[in-house]
């Protein structure tokens, strides 16, 4: 959701240890991602679950885990896309992290970025407003990871679009934000990563972060969120699902 912040703030919401794991298809680069994030996904106060899945969507069977701080979770990641993008040949590391409001997805996201050195880029800083969701993820396809490589930054002071940001189109990069992993992006990221939490968290998390204005708006953020998961389908196209 739309957090209204300043570039570079993150959410407190912590990373999950993992319900399943296991190694994605033979041939695909982002194999790695499921056996090396298999120990590495935790909070170090409150331990979830998460699961890792295969492109085509097939979650894997369970695998034992430990719970593991959010930096351990980010830096295997960030190991496993390295790894990925080598093996794909990408011209760059694209790591998308998706997932509805209060899911963690700014903090991951941020720490994922600082392992790898990457530029980020957070979707609240595109979505054009409160109905904005399905067009910064079009935007993410055609201007992020397109040839234009950039975005128009949304004033949430103003109601109104503001600067175009340019992005290093040779960089590593980290999107992150509900609509970052679709059908049309998900083919040009080296690891696409979904969070999970329960509604009632997520909400105590999200309110508890941005206060009355979010909630007026929660009810209206959460069917776009609804109606953008139902199209694309985010959690089935990722290689990691993390629960938070």
Do not use: N
Request: with cysteine; glycine share 10%; hydrophobic share 45%.
């Amino acid at each position: 959701m739309p957090e209204r912040r300043t570039p570079g703030a993150v959410e407190a919401a912590p990373v999950g240890d993992h319900r399943r794991a296991g190694t994605l298809p033979a041939g695909d680069g982002r194999r790695s991602a499921a056996a090396s994030v298999a120990g590495a996904a935790g909070d170090e106060h409150r331990p979830a679950t998460a699961s890792a899945a295969a492109s085509d969507g097939e979650h894997l069977e369970p695998s034992a885990t430990a719970p593991a701080p959010v930096a351990e979770t980010a830096a295997a990641l960030a190991a496993a896309a390295a790894g990925a993008a080598t093996a794909r040949g990408d011209r760059r590391v694209v790591v998308l992290v998706d997932g509805r409001s209060g899911t963690g997805k700014t903090t991951l996201g941020a720490a994922v970025a600082d392992h790898l050195g990457a530029q980020v880029v957070h979707l609240d800083d595109v979505y054009p407003g409160w109905d904005g969701l399905q067009a910064a993820a079009d935007a993410v396809v055609r201007d992020v990871l397109g040839p234009p490589s950039g975005y128009r930054r949304w004033d949430w002071s103003a109601s109104a679009p503001t600067d175009w940001v340019p992005l290093d189109a040779d960089a590593p990069i980290v999107v992150e934000g509900c609509g970052a992993l679709s059908r049309g992006s998900a083919p040009l990221a080296s690891l696409r990563v979904w969070l999970e939490a329960d509604d009632v968290v997520r909400r105590d998390r999200a309110i508890g972060r941005d206060g009355e204005v979010f909630a007026r708006e929660w009810d209206r953020w959460a069917a776009q969120e609804a109606s953008f998961i139902a199209a694309e389908q985010p959690a089935h196209r990722a290689d990691v699902v993390l629960r938070t």
